[in-house]
DNA sequence: CCGCCTGTTTAGAATTATTCCAATTACGAC
DNA sequence: GTCGTAATTGGAATAATTCTAAACAGGCGG
């Protein structure tokens, strides 16, 4: 197992099924989403990865987070009016927007309340993703 | 009860509620959001409101949706790297995102779901609104 | 009835997020 | 090694949305 980068086995792996190469900014990119599970947008972990290899560019971290997301990696996130957010949990679960501090929290999510949610669906709509997003007030702490 | 707008009494009614105005730009928009479902986006409201009220201009179209999300009539929805859409569907339901023809569909959602649903939230999370977005392929027909 | 006050609309400029493009660089296979 | 393809880069381009300042409209007190 390597030191410097967080699951980058996973990462090589999952690169690999999908016949795309492993790369010094795909590591680094997948491994600020593992370091601050924050639900940064693009533009933040550009500036995250930049520390660590300032010649990355803005281009390159869309590529990479658009890639990780197609090797399922990574799940976007989208808000009303907002830029869209990057989280690498893998567990089924729900999202939690607090509109006081623009915070994103993970819910978890039931796979048996998933499967039922699911189920509403008729016949030949068949989703491969459900996305389920609370809005909401957090008390102020 | 008018004939030329539909439901202008329900719109008319919620203005003042938020103790806003009611006006032709307004009731134009509603309109078109009630008259055809296919949750379009404020370009494609823009385009048809135009033919009503050829002087209205894109910013009021954005003004007006915003208004009409404001006092409840209308909800925006959201999709991955795709321009905001909006919905005059009142009762809770959710949405199914056909990838093959960027089409969205509302999917009933049992009331009875809906909380099992929002029974996740730990305590102290209050939700004001809940979205579930099914991303999906509909067999071509 | 007149003029004011506030809310609304307008056109266009500005901003923001994201994608595109053309040129360079880096692997990996042979 | 070199060749072909994939990946990266910087900057320009695009798309959606918001902002701004000015014009407008409508209700209300006088």
Do not use: W
């Not at 999908?18 to 900014?25: A, I, W």
């Not at 933040?44 to 399922?72: H, W």
């Not at 068949?126 to 609370?134: G, K, L, M, R």
């Amino acid at each position: 197992m390597s030191a410097h980068t967080i699951h980058s086995d996973a990462l090589a792996q999952k690169l690999a099924d999908s016949g795309l190469r492993n790369t010094p900014q795909r590591e680094v990119v997948y491994d600020a989403l593992l370091k601050k599970r924050d639900h940064p947008t693009a533009d933040e972990v550009f500036a995250r990865v930049k520390t660590l290899l300032p010649g990355i560019s803005l281009a390159t971290v869309y590529n990479c987070l658009e890639t990780l997301v197609q090797c399922d990696l990574v799940r976007a996130v989208n808000f009303e009016r907002a830029p869209t957010r990057y989280c690498p949990n893998l567990i089924p679960h729900a999202h939690f927007h607090d509109e006081h501090s623009g915070a994103t929290h993970d819910i978890e999510l039931p796979s048996s309340l998933l499967d039922k949610i699911k189920a509403i669906l008729p016949a030949g709509y068949n989703a491969d993703a459900v996305e389920i997003t609370f809005r909401g007030k957090l008390p102020a702490r």
